[in-house]
């Protein structure tokens, strides 16, 4: 078996002395991802785009309703018979990665699978302070949860003659509501 | 003159095909080189490592197997083995049948392809759809997939729509978004109906039983979502040592198959949900699959259980670019399939004897390989294999006179001597058309037969020249 430091699966010159919610923001941009901190914005975003009924956390909605207007339905229940009635889901996530733009959502912190999956819009709220700088620190924070999955960026396929498509079967667009 | 089946193939492929399958895998394999030494000072060292974590893993599968499972039961997982690939279609039916279900969404997962579980189920009264949008289609076409990571590589967008239409999703549109768009509504329906949700896994960590899966079109999380029972169909050579090694290999994989720093998705499933969260499986199943490995185990070339199905040997092959994924006639294709496939048919090696002399052996592949495998040597070794075993060889040339002449030191000097008469022909009047064609624009050069023995008896004595490199047989010694 042989001897080595995870250090060599990190990617040079990526972090540095750099804030790691600045890089974070970086590179989820480059896999077309939002890295947004104001929820104002966030929610000036989904109305510019009449993405005006979603999912929300009901644990997460106290603090986020009064950004939103009368003009938008929002239900903390998810109901999976009306699948395509959410244009947006609102979920915490456990953490992010920095040196990849990537959110990580688990079974205890993300209050449905459903709703962080099937909107159009998928919007992570992620505490700044649990940013990870890479993967092999990222890998190390894993923790007991028996279910967790990184995200980076939205959903999509290259089947079709190599030509990039978002929006598959997961969001077509993913946004990370940093705080 | 007949050919071997592989070489026929390439020579009747449609041009369509073959330009789609040598731009696709030529883009491939230049994003994914640019990738790696943008980003590592030694991107080599990264996969000589990693392959030699999953050549340790290979030759210590008997105390690797036996841990996973306990892991994997410890953390309420129900594990399976399965000895060959009915055995493994019988486990999942069995699992089906026990819950009294009947749809199944599956992701993609190279093992089923070898089980063609899909079929399996579907002759049983089960439904199996494919999710991934790639398999999707093949499925809906009655295809196979050529590609290990993109199954549609060899076709083009008008084909599928016109597929898509004849299956009734929607009138002809071959805009790559709308089929997209399609796919989406039609399967999101299936997911929230389905029973069961099957996956495969790229990892399968023996410190932790985390199963890890990596997709980009979020199929495997929806399947995991929207279904209360999960089925990993698992190749036994699967494992990783610890969690530790996980960065190193997703970031191998991930640069070596599509050319992406990570990616969309990276799944770290260690049994069933917890009990808070609401949706997702609340069974969870992993089937150890054998099918052929341990006799690939038992083989001189065990060092391709270290593959990790990314492509990227596909991608770079000169023989794949311009044969296409089908001309292998295997669930694997490229390099990777023109070892494993002839392998994996045990006794019946002979019916793909003719993939491992589909090679130039020019390196490209072992020099991608994100796992370092020596796929020329291997693919040398499977080529004896074939002379050993007397397997028939359409399209050699005859070698019987060279090889009689070759064998014996007097007929051969002999010849070599008597080639001179070479020098007086008049080879404007060769009895042949197609040489004298050749002759016509071309001027034979001088025969030269027997100089190289001249030379190395005059160089006798000399003995400082460096000694020559050892040969394949006496490296392997060393080992």
């Avoid at chain 1, 959903?155 to 498509?165: F, H, R, W, Y």
């Avoid at chain 2, 993109?150 to 299956?167: D, L, Y």
């Avoid at chain 2, 992993?286 to 006799?295: K, L």
């Avoid at chain 2, 000097?413 to 058309?433: E, M, Q, W």
């Amino acid at each position: 078996m042989p001897d080595y430091t995870t250090e060599l699966a990190v990617m040079r010159q990526m972090m540095g002395s750099r804030d790691a919610l600045v890089v974070f923001a970086e590179r989820l941009a480059l896999v077309n991802g939002i890295a947004l901190t104001d929820p104002a914005a966030l929610v000036a975003r989904l109305r510019e785009n009449k993405w005006l009924h979603g999912y929300c956390d009901p644990t997460l909605w106290p603090a986020l309703a009064p950004f939103f207007g009368a003009d938008f339905k929002v239900e903390t229940t998810y109901d999976r018979k009306r699948v395509d009635d959410y244009a947006f889901g609102i979920t915490r996530a456990v953490g992010a990665i920095a040196e990849t733009g990537t959110i990580v959502l688990n079974d205890a912190t993300t209050s449905r699978r459903l709703g962080a999956l099937t909107p159009w819009v998928h919007i992570a709220v992620v505490e700044r302070a649990r940013i990870f700088s890479d993967l092999p620190e990222a890998v190390a924070g894993l923790g007991p949860d028996t279910n967790v999955i990184w995200v980076t960026g939205p959903s999509k396929t290259a089947d079709v003659e190599g030509i990039l498509i978002e929006g598959v079967h997961g969001p077509g667009v993913q946004i990370a509501l940093v705080v | 003159m007949r050919f071997q089946q592989i070489d026929q193939f390439a020579a009747e492929l449609k041009a369509d095909t073959r330009a789609a399958v040598y731009d696709g895998s030529k883009k491939g394999h230049e994003k994914r080189t640019k990738l790696l030494f943008d980003e590592y000072a030694d991107p080599d060292r990264l996969r000589r490592i990693a392959g030699e974590v999953k050549q340790h893993v290979v030759e210590n599968l008997d105390t690797y197997l036996p841990q996973v499972e306990a892991k994997l039961k410890a953390n309420g997982v129900i594990v399976h083995w399965a000895a060959t690939a009915e055995a493994a279609n019988q486990a999942v039916l069995g699992i089906m049948r026990a819950r009294g279900a009947t749809k199944m969404v599956k992701a993609k997962t190279m093992v089923s392809e070898e089980t063609e579980l899909a079929h399996f189920l579907e002759k049983h009264g089960m439904e199996a759809l494919e999710t991934d949008l790639g398999e999707f289609i093949v499925q809906i076409d009655g295809d196979h997939p050529s590609h290990i990571v993109k199954p549609i590589i060899h076709k083009n967008r008008r084909e599928i729509a016109t597929s898509f239409e004849e299956n009734g999703l929607g009138a002809y549109n071959d805009d790559p978004q709308t089929i997209t768009r399609r796919a989406r509504h039609f399967l999101r329906h299936k997911y929230l109906e389905a029973d069961v949700g099957l996956t495969g896994a790229n990892f399968v960590s023996a410190e932790s039983g985390r199963l890890v899966l990596v997709t980009n079109e979020g199929n495997s999380r929806f399947c995991l979502a929207a279904t209360k029972c999960h089925i990993a169909m698992v190749g036994i050579e699967k494992i990783v040592p610890r969690d530790y090694d996980l960065a190193l290999f997703l970031n191998l994989l991930a640069r070596s198959g599509t050319a992406q720093e990570l990616t969309v998705y990276t799944e770290y499933i260690s049994g069933p949900k917890s009990p808070t969260q609401p949706d997702g499986p609340e069974e969870m199943h992993v089937i150890f699959v054998d099918n052929g490995r341990t006799e690939v185990l038992a083989s001189d070339c065990r060092d391709i259980l270290r593959c990790i199905r990314c492509g990227a040997c596909l991608n770079v092959c000169p023989v794949y670019r311009q044969a296409s994924g089908h001309a292998y006639r295997s669930v694997y294709p490229g390099p990777v399939g023109a070892v494993l496939s002839p392998l994996m048919m045990g006794d019946k090696f002979p019916q793909k004897a003719d993939l491992p002399k589909a090679s130039s052996l020019c390196g490209a592949c072992h020099e991608v390989c994100p796992v370092n495998i020596p796929i020329p040597d291997l693919l040398l070794r499977l080529r004896n294999r074939a002379k050993e075993e007397n397997v028939p060889s359409p399209g050699t040339p005859p070698m019987g006179a060279w090889a009689l002449l070759a064998s014996q030191p007097t007929a051969w000097r002999a010849s070599l001597f008597g080639g001179k008469i070479i020098n007086y022909l008049p080879t404007k009047l060769l009895p042949i058309p197609a040489l004298r064609a050749w002759e016509a624009k071309r001027s034979l050069p001088a025969w030269r037969g027997g100089e190289f023995r001249k030379w190395l008896k005059t160089r006798k004595g000399r003995a400082n020249v460096s000694p020559p490199a050892p040969s394949r047989a006496e490296a392997k010694k060393a080992d």
